[in-house]
């Protein structure tokens, strides 16, 4: 089902003129990974894994589903990484540790982030309407704009 609505979405809109598309698929290397590979040959993967040794796993395959395919490997994102204690400021690490390092070396790339657990400190004074969005001026608000840089300037040294 994912798959056909893919193709609708890239055959049946009218996109214009496009630096880039970022599609957040589910994990694993089922049909929709031959899919996207079938409908977009040259696409590129960041491959997003928690630090537990089981979701390295799981990304390990789909990194190695997208290298099968042809697909380059930008990065892995750590997600999860560790949580800052809010009383002391010390990190913690619920999920383990250094899963997304380990991943990023078995496929011979870059760990691009290690992003902590938390939520946004959106304040109720600043009706954004983006719960879910760091702001820039925050400690994983600049996190998330340097992994874009870095996304950017790979993208931009493979031209």
């Known amino acids: 089902m994912l798959g056909k ?6 055959s049946e809109i009218e ?3 496009l630096d880039y598309v970022l599609l957040d698929l589910p994990p694993g290397t089922g049909d929709i ?6 409908m977009i040959p040259q696409s590129e993967e960041i491959i997003v894994t928690t630090p537990h040794a089981t979701a390295a796993f799981v ?5 190695a589903m ?7 490997i930008i990065g892995v994102v750590e997600n999860m990484a560790y949580s800052v204690c809010s009383h002391c400021g010390e990190r913690e690490y619920p999920f383990g540790r250094g899963g997304g390092g ?13 992003i902590p657990l938390g939520s946004p400190d959106n304040h109720p004074s600043e009706p954004d309407f983006s719960p879910s969005v760091f702001k820039a ?20 040294s493979k031209n």
């Open 5 to 10: 609505m893919l193709r609708n979405f890239f």
């Open 15 to 17: 996109w214009g003129e």
């Open 33 to 38: 990974a031959l899919d996207v590979h079938q």
């Open 59 to 63: 990304a390990a395959r789909a990194g």
């Open 66 to 72: 997208a290298l099968h395919v042809g697909h380059r």
């Open 102 to 114: 380990r991943l990023a070396e078995t496929l011979h790339t870059e760990l691009l982030a290690q």
């Open 137 to 156: 001026d925050t400690p994983v608000g600049a996190m998330y704009l340097e992994m874009a840089d870095r996304i950017l300037a790979s993208a931009d």
